[in-house]
């Protein structure tokens, strides 16, 4: 994937910690090094342990900004 590409794309609004991070984590496996997964959710635990969850397996975290109850994360395979 060339780095002008969008980035991957995963609404998770609605599913839960853990298994928002489980969902993450499957797609985070199957991207390129250097591709971008941008996360939505609503779950503000998830929103608080996915980029710990994230860069303790070695991804790093773009980006996590919340707006009016939605979270935004961008991780970095």
């Not at 997964?37 to 070695?58: S, V």
Request: proline share 4%; with cysteine.
């Amino acid at each position: 994937m060339k780095a002008l590409e969008a980035a991957v794309r995963l609404d998770l609004r609605g599913v839960k910690c853990p298994l928002n991070w489980a969902r993450a984590k499957v797609r985070l496996e199957q991207m390129a090094r250097g591709e971008v997964l941008e996360l939505t959710l609503d779950d503000p635990r998830g929103a608080r342990d996915i980029p710990n969850a994230a860069e303790a397996e070695g991804y790093v975290i773009l980006e996590s900004t919340a707006r009016d109850g939605v979270f935004h994360l961008r991780i970095e395979r």
